[in-house]
């Protein structure tokens, strides 16, 4: 168990050390963008638009508006099951406690 501990603490202190490193590297950009020319300084925060999605995100879906009236429909029906179920269940309730 002692040791088991001591690991996690050994790896703990790493993360934080990691955690350290990256925090210290974006105050030393943050400290260089500055000293930058403002427009220089501008074109670096901000990506150029190349109509691209960004890497590592997904393109939001296209849905055209056959597919919008089918999830409306889907969600309708399903709200409404729900609630039926729900005041079913209170009618249940009601019917078998009266006597309360």
Known sequence: MEDLLKELIAVNREML???????KGLCQEAV???ELPVDEALRL????STGLPEP???APPRYTPRDLEEIRGSLLEGLKKQNRDKS???AEFEKRHKDW
């Open 17 to 23: 050390n990691e955690l350290k490193l990256l925090r």
């Open 32 to 34: 260089s963008s500055r």
């Open 45 to 48: 925060e901000q990506p150029a």
């Open 56 to 58: 590592g995100r997904a």
């Open 88 to 90: 079913n269940a209170f």
